[in-house]
């Protein structure tokens, strides 16, 4: 049970990593349009 709950909390942490990451280049490519 400890195991799984700890495999969630790590996918939702790459999870905002990769939106943060995604919305930081939508950000990007706005500004240089």
Same mark, same amino acid.
């Given at each position: 049970?400890?195991?799984?709950? +700890? @495999? /969630?909390?790590?996918? *939702? %942490?790459? @999870? &905002?990593?990769? %939106? %943060?990451? &995604?919305?930081?280049?939508?950000? +990007? *490519?706005? /500004? @240089? *349009?």
């Amino acid at each position: 049970m400890d195991k799984d709950k +700890r @495999g /969630m909390i790590i996918y *939702a %942490l790459i @999870g &905002v990593v990769i %939106l %943060l990451f &995604v919305s930081y280049v939508v950000v +990007r *490519a706005v /500004m @240089g *349009a």
